[in-house]
């Protein structure tokens, strides 16, 4: 028998605890997300995560496993019980395993357990341990960067984490690009969503079945769609002779949204991205204009923090033209789309627009002085962090220079400073 909502929500109250802040839309699975509440933009959050200690041994036991846990979840007041919760992430989770230590960033998967359980309209929900950024804001100034600029990208929010109640860390909450994300972003959401990896994630050709594509993840429902979208994008991209790419490519592809993409992540240097690493990004078949759109992921090694090998001044001076690393050639998405001289010039227009807007040095140390006052307190009380109070407040402005591997040195780049050099940088370069 179907429960009508205010009994459904009684039955949860009786049965559960809490339901995670169902709504009445809810029952047909397309609500809107309280942004809000999730992630606001001027406070931290307090999170709690209850967890036995037999069932955090497990995951501590087996680090590098994808092992799903159940736990409960406390967030801003609202407890959610039975989740599941497993480990996160590929460098910073071997990292943390080789130190022997356990602040690992979380994937929350809310109703795994308890059907339709949702906190403020999500189901699921990832909490990042700010591997290797000094700062905690990579990731916030980052995205936010992203989304301003139109490209698609989660929210993100500071999160005091406890763990049974004891202090564990300053967290940095980030939305999961799935189904809720999907109606908040687009007008349809019943297309293919794919997260590409290595070793397809450069979007090379490789063959014209899915199949020929390894590293790229298939996200969403298999039966939503045959992925012809995404193959024909693939084929135009890297098939089209020069004079009929702008029309096959146009045809197929958001070339607006990819253009606003490769600003962004130029300007930032966020090369452990499709324009480096080939991976952190997804790719969504927009089924309202009939193209495959991205979507920025990932964040964290903005601002120069994922270096791909090249020096503090390479990584400043990184072309505009050409903002990858590694051969060139491929990174179709790059090469092909500055080929053609309309899309070169809406690309040097945007990046006019970002140096002088949203990644303007004034702008940027507005939004780092803002948010360095709003955490400072929870990054000097944090038990976990991997770098000192003294190392946050240098690297927020500074290049921030430790000792390395074999007598080497690392360097961090300070936020602020490099924002000036690179925005220098890009003046220089453009048109």
Not at 108 to 130: I, M
Request: net charge negative; glycine share 8%.
């Amino acid at each position: 028998m179907q429960l009508s909502f205010p009994l459904r929500v009684l039955a949860c109250s009786l049965l559960l605890g809490a339901c995670g802040g169902v709504a009445p839309s809810e029952e047909g699975g397309d609500s809107t997300p309280d942004y809000d509440r999730l992630f606001p933009a001027d406070r931290i959050i307090d999170a709690d995560l209850t967890i036995s200690d037999a069932d955090w041994g497990t995951l501590m036991a087996n680090p590098l496993e994808d092992i799903y846990v159940p736990a409960d979840l406390t967030y801003d007041g609202e407890t959610l019980t039975q989740i599941a919760i497993r480990l996160k992430g590929n460098s910073s989770r071997n990292s943390v395993s080789m130190r022997g230590g356990e602040r690992y960033s979380f994937k929350l998967d809310l109703d795994e357990n308890v059907a339709g359980q949702k906190l403020f309209g999500v189901d699921k929900l990832n909490l990042n341990n700010s591997f290797g950024d000094p700062t905690f804001l990579r990731e916030r100034l980052a995205t936010d960067l992203y989304r301003a600029f139109g490209v698609p990208a989660p929210q993100t929010a500071f999160v005091r984490l406890t763990r049974n109640g004891e202090p564990f860390g300053l967290y940095v909450a980030v939305e999961q690009v799935e189904a809720d994300f999907l109606r908040a972003n687009f007008d349809d959401a019943d297309g293919g969503l794919y997260k590409p990896e290595r070793p397809s994630g450069d979007l090379t050709w490789s063959g014209g079945a899915i199949t020929d594509y390894p590293g790229i993840e298939i996200k969403s429902d298999e039966l939503t769609t045959d992925h012809t979208a995404l193959l024909t994008m693939l084929d135009a991209l890297n098939n089209s002779a020069d004079a009929d790419l702008e029309a096959a490519v146009g045809a197929a592809l958001d070339v607006e949204g990819v253009l606003r993409y490769l600003a962004v992540t130029a300007a930032v240097v966020n090369l452990d991205s499709y324009t480096g690493s080939g991976h952190n990004y997804y790719l969504y078949e927009d089924r309202s204009i009939g193209k495959i759109a991205v979507v920025a992921w990932d964040t964290n090694e903005a601002f120069g923090r994922f270096t791909c090998g090249l020096s503090v001044q390479s990584l400043i001076d990184l072309r505009y033209d050409q903002p990858v690393c590694g051969d060139p050639t491929r990174k179709p998405l790059v090469r092909r789309l500055l080929s053609v001289p309309a899309w070169k010039a809406r690309y040097e227009e945007l990046l006019g627009e970002l140096t002088a807007g949203g990644f303007a040095p004034a702008a940027i140390t507005s939004q780092v002085e803002t948010l360095a006052a709003l955490i400072r307190a929870d990054v000097a009380a944090d038990p976990t962090k991997f770098f000192t109070a003294a190392d946050f407040e240098t690297n927020l402005t500074t290049d921030l220079v430790r000792p390395g591997p074999n007598g080497s040195s690392q360097t961090t780049l300070g936020l602020t400073s490099f924002t000036q050099r690179r925005g220098s940088a890009l003046a220089a370069q453009l048109p």
